[in-house]
């Protein structure tokens, strides 16, 4: 069972940055569990934070080193992440569908119809691509790795297709394949 954090209210978060073979990752955090993971400039950042319900929002120069660690090992080498996660905004449908999609192993991937048959919800396929869309902790939490049937490669939220093409081939998986 993967580790959980719920933190109700967000009154207060930590943020920082990393920088990674992708670019600029900015994370925040509250003690070491992540709640939101982005690409985006810092301003749209704080700006999506603050749409989360994050009272206050603290700048740190650095993350905490195991935090700073996993991240960096998510986004580079696909490692998996295996710590605490914030999913307290996240409806119960929301939370299923991420953290049966933290169980996809590095170099596979999964449909999206898989994914919600895994679930138990066969016909929420569409449902599973809108959980994944609003994923506020990719990387960490690896929706990349789901992809459309047919062999379509989907979309993906944090940097488009060309970063999701990116983080499977580093993974190992065919991405030629996938269209």
Known sequence: MTKGCLIHGRATLHWAS?????????VAYHDLCPSLVSRDSAELFCAWAREQGVGSFIHDAEPPEPLAHALLAAVQGGQPYAGPVDLATQTPFQRQVLLATRAIPCGEVRTYGQLAAFIGRPR????????????PLP??????????????????SDGGPAIKRCLLAREGVDVARLR
Do not use: E, K, Q
């Open 124 to 135: 929420a396929a569409r449902a599973v691509g809108t959980a994944l869309a609003n994923n």
């Open 139 to 156: 990387f960490l939490i690896p929706c990349h790795r789901v992809v459309g049937g047919g062999s379509r490669l989907g979309r993906y």
């Open 18 to 26: 990393i920088t990674t073979r992708i670019g600029l990752v900015h």
